[in-house]
């Protein structure tokens, strides 16, 4: 697009200004403020959630149905008048309650509205995507699959992403917890635990979970059949682990040597890997990357959770430092930092770092690795489950990150700036802090593999927060949801869907004002199926 296009838009951007309050009435919402940029490509149908009123209420959020993202709103009438809508990621499928006189509710999948009847006691608020084509809703769970199936675990259900991987729901009258199939959205019968799930299953059958008195103890619990037993005891730190074949790999310490087994439901105990060094499981429960250290060599290797094969990692010597790892899809990335003298005030030190793929064992260096006296992995809310999951190592003192995306990709993250979520295409998306250490609204940070990173302005104003961020299918642009930073109980005139260069060049443009992108068809996308 030509300077002079991008000047246009922006002008009449301006004219419907993102930040603060609108001068027009709330009646005149959603407007479309300026057309999709025509270099834009990829984007295709869309519901937008927006103000609706009639001649008794004017609280009312309906659905708007386009037939591309970017069409205009005016004299577009609503598809449905008042709903209670679940909010998420617009590419993964969704759910509206019908309410009032306006009773039909309605499937999100591609961007497009369906009619359908959803189970009594429904209620929509927010959806995570946890799958290809799979979400969850939070309180009242119902599972929704993009070929249109949805399922209620029980009317009670509460669902959530696990923290060590799968979907977890929990029958609250009875306090039963069950998993959720992440390929079909089935729920699995609920059984009792000592308490919340840490992890679940692909497939929903397994479940583990930690006793409460002291020691911990590991719970691994089959769902077909009821049966779970406490097993191995787990020190009172962080769990490592993943569900795996027949039951959950777990490191613990046995004759105070680190060790990897697999407990099954039954109790029984099968050890991997005895002794070892820094481990890292990956989410899908089938490899981990580990420092082997049975001949004292501190080889980095591959260990298979199935058949308890290790396979060293080709092409790299012993690692001669403290090791710190992490997983995201069939990708470890890896950093040695050399032991140091002990002193009260840690020197940053050269350091190596790779990216090893598992089901190859090989590895490939990352360059210009920062210095650092430490490295840790960086605790993050997201559970592997979440789609839009990234995995991130943090570098001491300077406080650079590493991040890793489940497609493989590495990228550099600069003092300052916190990972939230992989984009996709090996893009990453950060926040940024201003210079109280509050997190800032008006501007993102992007990073991709090539080293890349570049700031991009969101045009949010102080009243508002950045949403959703999605990177379109040309790879050159963002869409950024903005709302409000006090929530309202419909769409407003701080709400607004703006298109951003992802390079960070020229300014913001407004597509829609008082709207929320609810539902979105991308070319290309395997997030949402669209049967």
Known sequence: MTRTRWTALIAVAALATVAGCSDGAESELPVRAAPLPAEVRGLGAAVLAVPVSDERRSDLVGLLALDRFGDDVAGVTPARRHVNLALGDPRFPTVARGLAEDRRDALLVGGRLRDVTLPEHTSAREVTGVGAGLSITGFRCLTVSGEGAIAQPSVEAACTAAELGGVVWQDRPRSGYG??????????????????????????????????????????????????????????????????????????????????????????????????????????????????????????????????????VADLPPMTGSVTATVSGDTALVVDVP??????????????????????????????????????????????????????????????????????????????????????????LHTLVDADGEERADRVLVTDGSGGAAEVPTGAGDDQRVDQVILTPDGDHLLISLRPTRPRGQPSDLDAVVIARRDGSGDPVVVYRGAVLAGLGVEGDEHAATG
């Open 179 to 312: 998993g959720i199939d992440l390929r079909t959205g089935a729920a699995s019968p609920p059984v009792t635990l000592p308490s919340y799930p840490i992890a679940a299953s692909a497939d929903g059958r397994y479940l583990a979970a930690l006793t409460r008195e002291r020691p911990r103890q590991l719970v691994v619990a089959d769902t077909s059949n009821g049966r779970s037993r406490p097993t191995v005891p787990l020190g009172s730190g962080a769990v490592q682990g993943t569900m795996t074949e027949g039951g959950f790999a777990v490191l613990h310490l046995v004759d105070r040597l680190r060790t990897i087994s697999v407990v099954a439901p039954d109790g029984a105990v099968r050890t991997l890997l005895s002794p070892v060094g820094e481990v890292a499981f990956a989410p899908d429960g089938r490899r981990a990357v580990v420092v082997d250290t049975r001949s004292d060599s501190r080889r980095l290797a591959v260990l298979d959770l199935s058949s308890g094969a290790v396979t060293p």
């Open 339 to 428: 032991f140091g003298p002990d002193r009260g005030e840690p020197t940053p030190r050269p350091t190596r770092a790779w990216s090893v793929r598992l089901s190859e064992a090989t590895t490939t260096p990352h360059p210009n690795t920062p210095a650092a006296s430490a490295v840790t992995v960086r605790k993050t809310d997201t559970p592997p489950a979440v789609a839009s999951v990234v995995s991130a190592l943090l570098f001491q003192p300077g406080g650079e990150m590493l991040t890793l995306s489940p497609d493989g990709t590495v990228t550099v993250a600069p003092p300052g700036a916190t990972p939230t979520a992989s984009l996709g295409g090996g893009v990453v």
